[in-house]
């Protein structure tokens, strides 16, 4: 149930009313008098109907609201007013004339009429069942919807002398976040693979190759996620003159169609041979496949080739250095 469809139900059923002759919505400056002009009279093309106010009068002042993931509160201050009969002139203590004050009872008559009212509009909202009947002034059933009120009576003079009664309504309506609904485009990247880490000894370093990935034809932006264990059967220490002595594991793409072979990216890690070494990391990157539709993306510890990214010759490989101790490889499209 939306906001507009609250509101409309007040103003159904205060249409429906057989007593209550106007409904209003809005902040409390805009309530509506008898001559919103503030002059003496209906003068010039003004329309009678937006200068004068009919009784009683419904006015409906919206609050603040809350919202949980289940339910909205919707609070609304709910004036329900009359005129009260004018009961001649007399001289105030400031020597000026004013209007007097209509007798105690006549004022505690408007205020229970109206409090009666406010009954009247409450006991259709809550309990009224029958919202898709076409005579129905429940436009909208509000179902299990909890309310809670407090009552207050007052009079007060504008350029009519009103009483009433106002109720202070606490709405709640059952109405869970929904994801679903909102148009929203999905900004989460789309989970192509996963790559289990499992346990795996003995890879050799300089190309222990743990797995491959088919890059897909059209051009698209990915991103890969790493958390896995690894574990070391031989000290990798000194592996290579600086910055390649220590062992890395590598990401890399086939060289086709681009010269020479990319690599995505270089995780190392110091040497241990008594702990495991937790690898982690990720990296975004745009590629394509052309025919004969045969890249690939490469995963793998050290490098492959007779050459390092920056020229310097590859050592020779180290056979049973390493194992994967549990974790995984996860690839996206992001766009």
């Not at 004022?107 to 006991?123: F, G, K, N, P, R």
């Not at 069942?129 to 009552?151: E, F, I, K, M, Y």
């Amino acid at each position: 149930m939306t906001y507009q469809e609250i509101v409309d139900n007040f103003k159904g059923i205060c249409d429906a009313h057989e007593i209550i002759r106007e409904f209003g919505y809005g902040a409390i400056s805009d309530i509506k008098t008898m001559n919103v002009d503030a002059t003496n009279s209906i003068v010039g093309t003004t329309d009678y109907a937006e200068t004068q106010t009919l009784y009683p009068y419904v006015y409906l002042v919206p609050q603040q609201s809350t919202r949980t993931s289940q339910a909205i509160t919707y609070r609304f201050n709910m004036i329900v007013m009359d005129t009260i009969l004018d009961n001649g002139l007399e001289l105030t203590r400031f020597n000026q004339i004013d209007q007097k004050d209509p007798p105690y009872g006549t004022t505690l008559e408007v205020q229970s009429s109206c409090q009666q009212y406010v009954d009247d509009i409450l006991a259709q909202l809550r309990l009224g069942r029958s919202g898709t009947s076409v005579t129905s002034p429940l436009r909208h059933p509000l179902l299990d919807a909890q309310l809670s009120v407090n009552l207050t009576p007052f009079k007060e003079r504008f350029q009519d002398t009103v009483a009433g009664m106002t109720a202070t309504i606490e709405l709640e309506v059952a109405q869970p976040l929904n994801l679903c609904i909102a148009p929203i485009k999905d900004q989460l990247p789309e989970l192509l693979d996963t790559i289990q880490a499992n346990y795996v000894d003995n890879y050799e370093y300089n190309y222990g190759q743990m797995a491959t990935w088919d890059i897909p034809k059209a051009t698209a932006t990915y991103k890969i996620e790493w958390n896995f264990r690894v574990s070391q059967n031989v000290p990798l220490v000194d592996i290579d003159a600086a910055p390649y002595q220590n062992p890395r594991f590598t990401i890399f793409e086939d060289s086709e169609p681009f010269e020479p072979s990319q690599y995505l990216v270089e995780q190392p890690w110091i040497s241990n041979e008594t702990e495991d070494i937790i690898l982690r990391g990720e990296v975004t990157f745009t590629t394509r496949d052309d025919d004969p539709d045969d890249r690939r993306v490469f995963f793998g510890f050290g490098y492959l080739g007779a050459t390092y990214p920056n020229g310097d010759p590859v050592s020779d490989e180290i056979e049973d250095a390493i194992n994967t101790r549990g974790g995984s490889i996860r690839i996206y499209k992001v766009n």
